[in-house]
Nanobody, 123 residues
Framework: QVQMVESGGDLVQAGGSLRLSCAAS????????MGWFRQASGKEREFVAA????????YYAESVKGRFTISKDNAKNMLYLQMNNLEPDDTAVYYC????????????????WGQGTQVTVDS
């Protein structure tokens, strides 16, 4: 079975930076797209960024464009999210996920999910 494990979440001050990592494993791991979603307390899970696993195309939510950068290391089955100039509204549990269909922001198109890592941004 495909497993996803996020790490790197922490408590930071507004304006600070964090780098999240997602380690994927499993003999059947072969996604078309890998992405990051986040879910704040009391809110629905929302799209953050995605990248084509065997390509270079990326897609960002408007709220994070210019501040966050998604990247990957195919040889290590690793996905990353560099987050700069963090804001209190970025506070959420961040999840990595895989899709077999396309570069997409649609939550239902992602099938494998990690357990999440908490990011908290103080004012």
């Amino acid at each position: 079975q495909v497993q996803m494990v996020e790490s790197g979440g922490d408590l930071v001050q507004a304006g600070g930076s964090l780098r999240l990592s997602c380690a994927a494993s499993g003999r059947t791991f072969s996604p078309y797209t890998m992405g990051w979603f986040r879910q704040a307390s009391g809110k629905e899970r929302e799209f953050v960024a995605a990248i084509v696993w065997n390509g270079e195309s990326t897609y960002y939510a408007e709220s994070v464009k210019g501040r966050f950068t998604i990247s990957k290391d195919n040889a290590k089955n690793m996905l990353y999210l560099q987050m700069n100039n963090l804001e209190p509204d970025d506070t959420a549990v961040y999840y990595c996920a895989t899709s077999s269909f396309r570069l997409s922001s649609i939550r239902s198109e992602y099938v494998y999910w990690g357990q999440g890592t908490q990011v908290t941004v103080d004012s």
